[in-house]
């Protein structure tokens, strides 16, 4: 299996549900026909809007990506089938179609919307960067505040949140969720004890009372 491959591979494993653990890597197979990186340090977002059997929506977010995304490609691929030409020809079936997190098969693609910036808003994105740049190069330069815009962050922090099964540590709110700072000894290879899971008002309290990152701080 390629690297590509495993990167879509992790991703559909989260957003979706398949018969059996070859057809999960069959789709990501397929999806590597088509799917290329862009530069490492672009923000571009596809929003993929699909379909179940009975017209329920299902948004999918595929970032830093290139390559030909025809509603053929798309089409096929979600729905695991094949296409009539071009790309999704060169797929193959999966047994049966996956299924949304809900348990129903998509069946279509409604629409494809392109984003110079994604929006972080909960879902899950399958980022295919080039997994070899050494993001620590690129982070030992940076501010704190830069720092925090990069995806090399939201991957850390939405982990954290995860792991928080997505509840604040005080309030056990699961709304508007941040990933605090417990230490900034570890920027940009930070542990999981580093991080403690607050809702947007929680951590605004902690900071009214604790110090900030040191200004001009850099990340490693």
């Known amino acids: ?3 590509r491959e495993r990167q879509i591979l992790g991703w559909a494993k989260r957003v979706l549900r398949f018969a059996s653990d070859a057809d999960a890597e069959l789709f990501a197979a397929n999806g590597a026909l088509f799917m290329e990186p862009s530069a490492p340090d672009s923000t571009s977002t596809y929003n993929i809007v699909a379909e179940d059997d ?3 929506v299902v948004f999918l977010n595929i970032t830093n990506a290139k390559g030909d995304f025809s509603f053929e490609n798309m089409k096929s691929w979600l729905s695991g089938g094949v296409g009539e030409s071009g790309v999704s020809a060169t797929m193959t079936a999966l047994s049966s ?9 998509i069946v279509r693609v409604r629409s494809i919307g392109y984003r110079m910036h994604r929006q972080r808003n909960g879902w899950v994105y399958l980022d295919l960067r080039d997994v070899s740049v ?3 190069t690129l982070l030992r330069t940076m501010s704190y505040e ?6 090399h962050w939201f991957k850390i922090r939405d982990a954290a949140i995860e792991r928080a099964n997505r509840r604040c540590a005080l309030c056990n709110s699961g709304v508007n969720l941040h990933a605090h700072h417990r230490t900034y000894e ?14 947007s008002a929680c951590h605004d309290k902690f900071h009214e009372t604790l110090p900030a990152a040191p200004e001009g701080s850099t990340c490693a």
Not at 146 to 151: C, H, S
């Open 97 to 105: 179609p996956p299924n949304a997190r809900y348990g129903r098969p």
């Open 186 to 199: 570890r920027l940009g290879r930070e542990l999981p004890g580093d991080l403690t899971v607050l809702c």
């Open 134 to 136: 050494d993001a620590s």
């Open 54 to 56: 009975r017209c329920g």
């Open 146 to 151: 830069q720092y925090l815009r990069t995806d």
């Open 1 to 3: 299996m390629t690297v």
